[in-house]
């Protein structure tokens, strides 16, 4: 049986605690991720705080309570919901997975994108190279390393990048800070996107099925698995309110953002020809681990319902970018599926939430692990609150598709 990373004894490694944190900030800090945040500061200014505030304090939530189950059971997303109900895991997994394709499948244009900026490639050219580029990552027969050290290092330079170029368009941090507790007006939409954005979908689980993959599970790895979701969404925090920074200190300033392109007009505007570039890097960088973390996650959600998945996993990983490649050139690139899918996935998380916390009470999941009642009650409060608002921003979604 192919088997992509083999599980570590002893001790966990930092170095694959923060592969997992990394591999689940990265996988959250892609094209959508930008162009959500570009989009969304340029319409709702200072407001959009407070939906970065509320969706960094939800995701918190959601990440401590998906990744402690996981960790404690020793089993992925798709069997704890069979566990909990008989045939739910075939449909999480099947929600699941088809939202990581239509990321994917932005993310392979969005790492098309990033290099044409960078290079001038043709776009179309630039997306096959992506692809294999992507293939390329998981044919290494050490795939654990490979995994860990590119969200590691990716997710550096474009931490790196996004924070200079945040320091650059001195942005109004004040008004900001007293908009994220009291804004003008509540923008529920954005709020859900981000939090689909973030932690919906495939995200919510691909720190806490890497660490299965290393073998950091069981109640005496609790506290290893816990802290690699702290860091993982300390990662994602950081990043989204420099982002969100940057481009409010352009906007502040009176600039009118391309809507075709908003997030590289921003550090154009911001930066001027040296930050295009620079975000043409970031943008690389972004959507290249979102491929990864999009296709490594969805496959693992398939890999313990099908055994022909298991048998060839790196392969089916492989056929998941190439499919999402090809979608990408000869269907063509569609114009707002990172934020729909994002939206979706805000969709997708009261369900996986739930089944998550439903877990808890069964002991042939869970065995005798206790769960912490504040952790328990506030992940109740997210799933009626995510449920809620996405319901209630069902126009808005179709908006984005019409």
């Not at 692809?131 to 790196?160: E, H, Y």
């Not at 996004?162 to 939409?189: Q, R």
């Not at 290393?214 to 990662?235: N, P």
Request: net charge positive.
């Amino acid at each position: 049986m192919e088997v992509l990373m083999k599980p570590i004894a002893g001790k966990a490694s930092l170095s694959v605690l923060l592969g997992a944190a990394f591999l689940m900030a990265t996988s959250s800090i892609g094209p959508g991720f930008m162009l959500q945040t570009a989009a969304f500061t340029n319409d709702l200014k200072a407001d959009f705080a407070f939906a970065i505030i509320v969706s960094v304090i939800f995701s918190i939530i959601a990440q401590l309570n998906v990744w402690t189950i996981i960790g404690v059971s020793k089993m992925r997303g798709q069997d704890i919901a069979n566990k909990v109900l008989p045939g739910l895991g075939y449909f999480v997994a099947f929600l699941i997975s088809l939202g990581g394709l239509a990321f994917n499948i932005g993310n392979i244009g969005g790492a098309s994108m990033g290099l044409n900026i960078v290079f001038g490639i043709d776009t179309t050219t630039a997306a096959g190279i992506s692809g294999i580029l992507g293939i390329l990552l998981f044919a290494s027969p050490k795939m654990g390393g490979v995994l860990d050290n590119t969200a590691k290092i990716l997710g550096t330079v474009m931490l790196v990048l996004i924070g200079y170029v945040a320091f650059s368009t001195n942005p109004p941090v004040a008004e900001a800070v007293t908009h994220a507790v009291a804004p003008t007006h509540y923008p529920w939409l954005a709020t859900i996107t981000l939090i689909g954005g973030t932690v919906g979908g495939y995200i919510t689980f691909s720190g806490g099925h890497r660490l299965i993959d290393a073998g950091i599970t069981g109640q005496e790895h609790l506290k290893d698995v816990r802290r690699a979701a702290f860091m993982g969404m300390s990662v994602d925090a950081v990043v989204r309110i420099l982002l969100f920074l940057a481009v409010l200190g352009v906007v502040s300033m009176g600039f009118a953002l391309d809507p075709k392109d908003p997030a590289g007009s921003a550090f154009l505007l911001g930066a001027g020809e040296i930050g295009h570039k620079l975000f043409g890097i970031v943008f690389f960088c972004a959507a290249l681990t979102s491929v990864v973390g999009a296709a490594y996650t969805s496959v693992s959600f398939l890999k313990t319902l099908f055994k022909v998945v298991e048998r060839n996993e790196k392969l089916t990983i492989m056929t998941f970018i190439f499919v999402s490649t090809c979608i990408l050139i000869f269907i063509g690139k569609p114009a707002s599926l990172l934020i729909l899918a994002g939206s979706v996935n805000g969709l997708i998380l009261p369900i996986t939430l739930a089944v998550m916390l439903f877990a808890t009470h069964k002991s042939a999941i869970v065995g005798d692990y206790k769960h912490n009642k504040l952790l328990y009650y506030t992940g109740w409060i997210v799933v009626l609150v995510t449920a809620y608002i996405g319901v209630t921003s069902l126009q808005g979604i179709a908006k984005l598709l019409g």
